[in-house]
Structures are given as structure tokens and as C-alpha cells.
């Protein structure tokens, strides 16, 4: 993901807002049109669907231990919510890929 800056040492969003200035005023200085399209996906991770990441990858014919390490990566998640000092049962994750890894983000493009 060539664009993507977070959970990338030394990339930030300031990295974006630079890149999209210089698009600005290039195209101003140029007199031509540009269109920008701006995308917010809510609970982007939460709703991935894990079952169409590994289906991907076999279609992209990957094969070996990262298919395996991978499906091992997104099978029996579990969570717990703490509130103050009080914990919920512990559920199983059905869906989705975990919050803050690394991984993530490029099991989401997939």
C-alpha cells in the first residue's frame, strides 16, 4: 500500500496533506481541473471479512506458511471490554482484523 503512512516509521498524515497541497497547486498552476476523492470507512477493520482475505490470496496463488500463518492470525480472537475497573465475559471476534497491528492494514487492502 504505497500510500498508506500509518504503522510506517517516519510517515504521518502531515505526509498526505503535503502531497495533496502540491497536486493543488500544481494543477492551479497549470490551469487544470483536479478532482479529489476522500474516502472515511467506518469500522473499517472491525468489518473486514477474513474469509475473503484467504480467498484472495489463493486466488493471487499464494501458497506456503504465510497463507498459514496468516489464517492462524485471524482465527479464535478473543476480546474482553474493560469500563473503570469492571470486565465483560470474554467473546470470540467473528470478523475482522485487530486494531493496532501492523499486519492490518495490508489484510485490509487484500
Known amino acids: 500500500v504505497p500510500y498508506q503512512a500509518g504503522f510506517r516509521r517516519g510517515r504521518s498524515t502531515v505526509d498526505h496533506l503535503v502531497k495533496l497541497t502540491d497536486n493543488i497547486l500544481k494543477s492551479f498552476d497549470g490551469g487544470e481541473h483536479l478532482i479529489g476523492v476522500f474516502f472515511d470507512i467506518k469500522s473499517a477493520y472491525d468489518m ?42 470474554e467473546r470470540v471476534l467473528e470478523n475482522g482484523v485487530p486494531q493496532g497491528s501492523t499486519l492490518s492494514c495490508s489484510l485490509f487492502a487484500i
Open 48 to 89: 473486514t471479512w477474513r474469509y475473503g482475505i484467504l480467498k484472495k490470496m489463493l486466488e493471487y496463488n499464494l501458497r506456503g506458511n504465510m497463507p498459514k500463518f496468516i489464517r492462524s492470525f485471524l482465527r479464535d480472537r478473543k476480546f474482553i471490554v474493560r469500563i473503570g475497573e469492571a470486565y465483560s465475559n
